[in-house]
């Protein structure tokens, strides 16, 4: 059974920094892209980031660009976003999600990250 | 960016019922688009992915058309567990944007 698994939320400063992680289980980690998506308190879905399998190729919505850096340790199964220069608007619950063909086929329980003073 | 337009945002129909979401793509993306269903709290669950390719698992019910800019999801007779948001997302380029959504509501 595929599995994902969130961790790394929490209360955060304005202009502070977090690493989120996900634990993939249950499939071939390595053979598939990940991606981070977002959603703020009672809005809508916002794709935040991608990372292809092997991890050399990455991409970012312009609103984290420059801000955030998704990375991937095959070894640990473990996929990352270190969160820099957080602001209010990066509040959210962030899910990772497994990528198949283009798609999401399978998403983690998310983690919530409030940046406030 | 291509930005994705769903109608309508909001949705009040009865169980039995056949509804239709609409998805509007910015440019065209061919066939790539998948919806996804999203309950209160919890995370979304893919349902229909290349338009109209039924995820395993999930009803019959639910189906999607459409290629170029313009798709729909169409739920046949709605269940009581089909209330929910509706997202479509197109994944032709990077990024991969999402619908603002479509909240289906009970009458």
């Known amino acids: 059974e595929v599995q994902l698994l969130e961790s790394g939320g929490g209360l955060v400063q304005p202009g502070g920094s977090l690493r989120l992680s996900c634990v993939a289980s249950?499939?071939?980690?390595?053979?598939?892209?990940m991606n981070w998506v977002r959603q703020a308190p009672g809005k809508g879905l916002e794709w935040v980031s991608a990372?292809?399998?092997?991890?050399?190729?990455?991409f970012y919505a312009d609103s984290v660009k420059g801000r955030f850096t998704i990375s991937r340790d095959s070894s640990e199964n473990t996929l990352y976003l270190q969160m820099n220069s957080l602001r209010a608007d990066d509040t959210a619950v962030y899910y990772c999600?497994?990528?198949?063909?283009?798609?999401?086929?399978?998403w983690g329980q998310g983690t919530l990250v409030t940046v406030s003073s | 960016d291509i930005q994705m337009t769903q109608s309508p945002s909001t949705l009040s129909a009865s169980v039995g019922d056949r509804v239709t979401i609409t998805c509007r793509a910015s440019?065209?993306?061919?066939?790539?688009l998948a919806w996804y269903q999203q309950k209160a709290g919890k995370a979304p669950k893919l349902l229909i992915y290349?338009?109209?390719s039924l995820e395993s698992g999930v009803p019959s019910r639910f189906s999607g058309s459409g290629s170029g800019t313009e798709f729909t999801l169409t739920i046949s007779s709605l269940q009581p567990d089909d209330f929910a948001t509706y997202y479509c997302?197109?994944?032709?380029?990077?990024?991969?944007?999402f619908g603002q959504g479509t909240k289906l509501e009970i009458k």
């Open positions: 999600a497994k990528e198949r063909g283009g798609y999401d086929d399978c």
């Open positions: 249950g499939f071939t980690f390595s053979s598939y892209a």
């Open positions: 990372i292809s399998g092997r991890g050399g190729n990455t």
């Open positions: 440019q065209s993306i061919s066939n790539w």
């Open positions: 290349k338009a109209s």
């Open positions: 997302q197109h994944y032709n380029s990077y990024p991969y944007t």
